[in-house]
């Protein structure tokens, strides 16, 4: 996008007058927010609902993604501590979750729906955690993090009621964002990150990269920690726990400081197809439950039963090989690479997102030079991120009892997901990350 009228003097004047745009007040948009404004670059906030909300319950984060919010600002990070949940189970060291069976063993004499099948845990890279202050991944209630968000956001930066329809270039070489009330705004450049459906995404990537449904959904349930208790006791309760199946899992976690706990039921190929081509959620009852998980472990579908959230959410991912920038617009999170959740990475990867776009751009001087940000930051980005879903497909098949080679084998199951979370996820160097994207600007 170089106009005409985009000289040198224009670029100062476009630098000094207008914004970066965030498209979409989101977990990711707020988190590059916080950044660019802890480097003193003037953005503004477009959201296309009447305030900030987030939908769901707990979100995952690895030492990867808590690494990332004291990077962005290490004010975010000492709000995320403030809230997270973090598992309270002692004896397994440097843990991360049991593995239980969720259904009966398959086999004669094997064991029983709730009896243990192995651990998850980190031991060689143990001292990295320790490094941050974690133990290895800690959870948080979504509506918390946004509040410590929304909390760094100056008053005024934000235009609620904003959706976002398109993006033309003017001759001085800025950025006119369209509204649907009709609005416009001008912007140097322009950031999506507006979710799984992006509109930015098709100015971007062109029309035909979509989310595709995976054939997956999840049923979630928000159950006060002293119920789960005597129901469960207070070791399955206080600590992260997948229920594998077969063709299905249960994830529970503590969350709201161990006050609640999450529970998560993910059938892994539903039968039915999903019943909206235009919303992401539907309506859930306590017969969902029952048809994929009637035969599993039958205290946590109770409790489930008794305490599940109004709605089901169909499960997409955004496969795809086309870049996350173009001239001056870029991708961050789910509108350039929205994931299964099987590995809990997604959040944590718009978390990285936001840490190393924030960076780059501080980095550049004119927005002349703010489409070669955007490149280098898709050219770290991408190959990690996309990779999450992959992994993410694998982690689900195999707590489901799928994966080819690995089965109903416990010990199998168990280095499989070690080498999805340790090995590679969770020990990602940003900062080196960062500074090897810098050489390319």
Not at 83 to 92: G, K, L, P, V, Y
Not at 227 to 233: D, N, Q, R, T, W
Not at 288 to 302: A, E, K, L, Q, W
Request: glycine share 10%; net charge negative; with cysteine.
């Amino acid at each position: 996008m170089n106009g005409p009228g985009n000289t040198d003097a224009t670029r100062r004047y476009v630098d000094e007058n207008y914004p970066i745009a965030i498209v979409g007040g989101g977990l990711g948009g707020l988190a590059l927010a916080v950044g660019l404004i802890k480097h003193g670059i003037k953005t503004h906030i477009y959201e296309a609902a009447p305030k900030f909300s987030e939908l769901g319950a707990g979100v995952s984060f690895g030492p990867n993604a808590v690494r990332a919010l004291g990077l962005i600002d290490e004010k975010l990070l000492q709000g995320y501590k403030k809230h997270a949940t973090f598992d309270q189970d002692q004896i397994h060291g440097e843990g991360f979750a049991a593995l239980r069976w969720g259904t009966d063993e398959r086999r004669e004499g094997g064991k029983r729906a709730g009896d243990f099948m192995a651990f998850v845990e980190d031991t060689q890279y143990a001292h990295v955690t320790k490094s941050i202050g974690v133990k290895t991944r800690s959870c948080i209630h979504r509506a918390r993090l946004l509040e410590v968000l929304v909390s760094m956001i100056p008053e005024g930066t934000t235009s609620f009621n904003k959706q976002f329809e398109k993006v033309e270039e003017n001759p001085d070489g800025t950025l006119e964002l369209h509204f649907s009330d009709g609005s416009t705004s001008t912007a140097r450049s322009v950031v999506g990150c507006d979710g799984i459906r992006s509109k930015v995404r098709r100015f971007v990537c062109g029309p035909n990269i979509e989310a595709k449904y995976q054939n997956e959904y999840a049923l979630r349930a928000v159950v006060p920690k002293s119920e789960a208790e005597s129901v469960l006791g207070p070791e399955l309760t206080n600590n992260g726990q997948f229920y594998c199946g077969y063709n299905g899992y249960i994830l529970t976690y503590p969350i709201d400081r161990g006050e609640f706990i999450n529970m998560v039921a993910l059938p892994k190929i539903v039968d039915e197809a999903w019943p909206s081509s235009t919303e992401w959620t539907v309506p859930a009852t306590k017969d969902d439950f029952t048809r994929y998980f009637g035969n599993y472990y039958s205290p946590i579908i109770g409790l489930m039963q008794k305490h599940h959230l109004p709605q089901k959410w169909a499960l997409f991912d955004l496969e795809h090989t086309k870049s996350y920038a173009k001239d001056r617009m870029c991708l961050l999170g789910d509108s350039a690479h929205a994931t299964l959740p099987h590995v809990g990475g997604g959040a944590g990867m718009a978390m990285e997102d936001a840490y190393v776009l924030s960076s780059l751009i501080a980095q550049v001087q004119d927005s002349g030079n703010i489409e070669r940000a955007f490149q280098a930051y898709d050219t770290v980005r991408r190959p990690r991120t996309q990779k999450l879903i992959q992994k993410s497909r694998g982690s689900g098949a195999t707590l489901s009892l799928m994966m080819e080679g690995v089965g109903d084998d416990a010990i199998l199951l168990k280095k499989r997901l070690e080498e999805s979370y340790f090995h590679w996820l969770w020990y990602e160097d940003l900062e080196k990350q960062l500074e090897y994207a810098k050489t390319l600007v």
